[in-house]
């Protein structure tokens, strides 16, 4: 007598929100895979198995880890300073700025991709920690740009303790967080009715 066939699961698809929401955090964090997989519904199998078949930039080929790119962006300009009266300041200047305005963009994006709790703290802190160094970059832009407005204190624009502004901006990037959850229970309630006794 023959044996039956054991039965085959139906392969499993997934919308292009899912994908493209899963290389974003898959490639542009440093989110555990483990993470983005309980976010996600799938095991860290398939999402291993995702990042091959779409041709994600696999985590095990990075490059070695390098300066962030809004720090080498910061110290750019901390270089370009001592310059800022020669003729090449307001091309430096522009050329920094647009790198920033790249910078924030990403910053943007990847804002509302938090996974889990630990995990939005974790981004919190970085994103904080970027948008910090990011805006001393843009300080010192300025500075570049009108180098005799800057005369007195090179650290007139700067905030007077780093730190304490970048844990005052990550607990405000948390409340934000926050707030967008709790919107988004509460249209999520709305739109279920009242509830029925």
Known sequence: ME????????????????????????????ETQDSIAADLGVSRRTLGNLAKKHGWALRKDRPPRDLPQALKLEIEATKALPNAASPDAPSVADRLEAAVEKELRKVESLRSQFGNSAQRSIEAERIARTLATLTETLFKV?????????????????????DAFRHALAYRIEAFVRSRRELAGAEAAADAGPAQS
């Open 3 to 30: 044996k039956p066939n054991p039965p085959t699961r139906p392969t499993r698809t997934y919308t292009p929100e899912l994908l493209a929401h899963a290389k974003l955090r898959y490639e542009d964090t440093d």
């Open 142 to 162: 300025r500075r570049l740009r009108n180098p005799a407005n800057s005369v007195a204190s090179d650290d007139d624009d700067l905030p007077s303790d780093p």
